[in-house]
């Protein structure tokens, strides 16, 4: 070992003099893909190859260091290397792609009965729950006592499960049942980058101390558990999406992130386990990288092709257009909205104006008399950051603080430091009237902008501002109505492919009830001491594990059906009106929303069981795509982990926009007003002479026509292809600049509806 060592050391001292010491050739983890039939004979096994391959690159002053070696999700594998060692890597022959590892960010009683679903009918009762379905989740680990992991009344462990329960401190063997099926930690990636743990702060075994992992799990698949909430807030019955199915926890985020190099072993693991959905709340806040650049986009291929659902956040990145991420054709995308449920709690000012607010404060109430009112912008801080409030300006008072810039509940706690009684939380022009329910730590509320501003007018205005909060606890009902797209849920445009509509649904994201870790509190600050079992949060995070739990139904219901065909079951099923009978609203605007923020629409289960025709998709297809988008055979030998030859792309689509998908994105360039996609669809109702009619909503300014418009099935799971050009007569580019309609097929019973959204580019150049 010594001695190892100490050569190490000796060639690293002669080579210094040539490896510059600058920065850039500091060493950083990437992910190498390789060709498979490229291993030579002479080595036993692919680990050696690898490991031979570092120990032939020039020598550096840092250890270069093997963190995992891939299989299923890529071929090759992942390592700590200085930038000119990749580039001398590059070179080797096998070597397909030298990428450089990334960080991701984490992106939850009611949702059920707001998704129409119902003991004993529909899809519950139809795929029994989703019983025997394994839901791979990549998260944050998992808390097996939470009580939404019980198996009580569970069968065994299904027969297709090959994967383990990796033990770890305090994370025993019987910290897995038959809910809980597997678990494992992948933190090569995170250690190497940013040194060893610290097992203080975070537990190196499947232990969830975060609490999102074990929100996530318990969204998808836990068991029923009677009276939960949290503090009293929410309460009923809380359970997955599918209480039957199994969960495997994957824990792939740790303090700074979630590592592209532990999240492809983490799916590398969970293909050859045999999951058959991976459900992953994880992203990154960037725009989205190209496919063979994005480790998430090309595992997640591999997991599909392997028939697995990969079930994905969009991200938290909304308003703006563009920030849809995870966005690759073959993940399941997934936007988050509201549910019928709030948690009201008013601001009563001085002069008797009351303004609607939401909070989950269950600590003593304020005093009933009202108190001094001032804004956080005249005592040292607009966003009350903590230490930065006057106390002799906010003792005693309530202070209004914006939002952004910090954690939400963590202004509240700014508050208290500087000893103010209450709180009131004001959205500004970027989150507008989305209103996020938050367990805060002293007596507060969060109002949307309008309201916002009124009571700051109020303030500036008024001689001595008071005010006091009322408390309404949960209220369940139809106003406001819902669901609204929820302001931060991020968006489209597609920012890589325009012909690819994204997100693909919409699900309920916004102030969810789910399980909770014991080792952090609701509000996930230091200074909270809480413990709870369930906690209420909101983000994309929520909205995918649903959307993941619904995936489970389907495929057990319909075991043969490709991840394509379930993805399409939920897209052309889906709802976009909410239930006031107006098209969702987006919260960040208070207008109509459109498929560019909410995809097909709101995910609709029950009807998803019988979605009468599917848009399939085969893995070849997913090729011919990425050949229409100009990948060339060596970007394209990344997804098929082999070298291809140059004739891969022989059979491209003419169009991305020929791509099988159940929605439609078309672009006009100035000198292209007609566009022309392909469609096929298959018979999966039970009628084996099925008539379908095509019935087209055009956008304003297009022209669309359909053919053949009337498809008549001779046979179940028969499938027949259309042809839909649009054309627009608007080739000045004067009129919109996008539009939106949709194409329903319908058989009389089923209605089999794709959104369309049109834009009109000048060139190259977006003209919004
Ligand atoms: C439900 O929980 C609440 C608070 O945790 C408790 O007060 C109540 O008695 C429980 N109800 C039932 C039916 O268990
Ligand atoms: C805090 O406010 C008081 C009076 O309201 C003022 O005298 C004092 O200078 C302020 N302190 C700081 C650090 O701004
Ligand atoms: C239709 O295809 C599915 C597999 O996708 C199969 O299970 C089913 O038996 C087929 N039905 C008929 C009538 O061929």
Request: hydrophobic content about 35%; glycine content about 10%; aromatic content about 8%.
């Amino acid at each position: 070992m010594d001695a190892t060592i100490s050569i190490f050391f000796f060639l690293s001292l002669l080579f210094i003099p040539f490896s510059s010491s600058s920065s850039s050739d500091r060493p950083q983890n990437f992910i190498i893909h390789v060709s498979k039939s490229h291993k030579p004979s002479l080595f036993s096994s692919h680990h050696h190859w690898y490991s031979s391959i570092l120990r032939s690159l020039p020598p550096s002053p840092h250890p270069t260091k093997l963190l995992y070696t891939y299989q299923h999700a890529i071929n090759g594998f992942s390592a700590r290397l200085t930038a000119s060692q990749a580039k001398n890597l590059r070179q080797l022959p096998g070597i397909i792609s030298v990428i450089p590892d990334q960080i991701r960010q984490l992106h939850t009683t009611h949702t059920p009965h707001f998704l129409g679903l119902y003991d004993g009918e529909g899809i519950w009762q139809n795929s029994d729950y989703g019983d025997g379905v394994i839901i791979g989740v990549l998260d944050t680990g998992i808390w097996p006592e939470n009580p939404s992991f019980t198996d009580s009344g569970l069968p065994p462990v299904p027969n297709s499960w090959k994967g383990i329960c990796e033990t770890g401190p305090s994370f025993p063997a019987s910290a897995c049942n038959r809910k809980i099926i597997g678990a494992r930690t992948f933190y090569k990636g995170y250690e190497s980058h940013d040194g060893p743990m610290d097992e203080t702060k975070e537990s190196k075994s499947p232990r969830d101390t975060k609490g999102h992992g074990t929100h996530t799990a318990s969204t998808a698949a836990g068991s029923v558990v009677s009276n939960a909430s949290l503090f009293g807030f929410a309460s009923g019955e809380a359970r997955g999406m599918a209480r039957n199915a199994r969960i495997a926890a994957y824990k792939i985020c740790w303090k700074s992130g979630c590592f592209d190099s532990d999240i492809l072993a983490a799916m590398d693991q969970a293909i050859s386990d045999g999951v058959d959905v991976i459900s992953l709340s994880v992203g990154s806040s960037d725009y989205a990288s190209q496919y063979d650049h994005d480790s998430i986009a090309i595992g997640a291929f591999a997991a599909v092709n392997h028939g697995v659902v990969v079930s994905c956040s969009a991200g938290n990145s909304g308003p703006g257009s563009f920030t849809a991420g995870n966005i690759a054709p073959w993940i399941l995308t997934v936007g988050a909205s509201t549910i019928d449920r709030e948690f009201p709690a008013d601001v009563v000012l001085g002069d008797g104006r009351i303004f609607g607010g939401v909070s989950l404060y269950s600590g003593e109430p304020l005093v009933d008399s009202k108190l001094p009112l001032v804004y956080a912008g005249d005592c040292g801080d607009r966003f009350c950051h903590m230490g930065s409030l006057n106390s002799s300006k906010v003792e005693g008072k309530i202070v209004v603080c914006e939002r952004g810039g910090n954690a939400r509940v963590e202004k509240g706690g700014a508050v208290k430091l500087a000893g103010g009684s209450g709180m009131i939380l004001a959205n500004t022009a970027e989150n507008g009237e989305e209103l996020l329910s938050d367990s805060h730590l002293i007596p507060a509320t969060m109002v949307g902008e309008a309201a916002g501003n009124k009571i700051l007018e109020y303030i500036k205005t008024s001689q001595s501002p008071t005010a006091t909060i009322s408390f309404r606890g949960t209220v369940i009902g139809s106003s406001p109505p819902s669901p609204k797209v929820a302001a931060f849920s991020s968006r489209g445009p597609h920012y890589l492919t325009p012909e690819i509509l994204k997100p693909d649904v919409i699900a309920p994201g916004v102030n969810i009830l789910a399980g909770w870790t014991g080792s952090a509190a609701p509000t996930d600050l230091d200074i909270d001491p809480r413990r709870v079992d369930y906690n209420i949060i909101s983000g994309t995070s929520m909205a995918c594990p649903h959307v993941s739990g619904l995936a489970a139904l389907l495929k057990r219901t319909y075991p043969n059906w490709s991840p394509a065909a379930i993805k399409s079951a939920l897209m052309t099923t889906a709802y976009t009106l909410d239930n006031s009978g107006n098209t969702i609203n987006d919260l960040a605007t208070g207008e109509e929303a459109s498929p560019f923020v909410y995809g097909a629409g709101h995910v609709d289960p029950n009807r998803a069981l019988n979605p009468g025709l599917v848009y399939d998709i085969e893995n070849s297809d997913y090729v011919s795509f990425l050949c229409s988008i100009g990948y060339d055979s060596n970007r394209i030998a990344v997804f098929l982990r082999e070298p291809t030859s140059s004739d891969v792309c022989d059979s491209k689509f003419a169009t991305p926009g020929d791509l099988n998908y159940p929605s439609f994105s078309v672009v006009f360039h100035s000198n292209d007003h007609v566009v022309k996609y392909k469609r096929r669809v298959k018979n999966v109702g039970t009628s084996a002479d099925a008539v379908y009619v095509a019935k087209v909503n055009a956008p304003p300014g297009v022209e669309i026509s359909v053919s053949p418009s009337k498809l008549e099935f001779s046979g179940v799971n028969q499938t027949l292809s259309y042809e839909i050009v649009f054309a627009s007569d608007s080739p000045s580019l004067s009129i919109a600049s996008q539009g939106f309609g949709s194409i329903e097929w319908s058989d009389g019973v089923r209605l089999v509806r794709s959104p369309i959204a049109v834009r009109w580019l000048k060139g190259q150049q977006y003209t919004v």
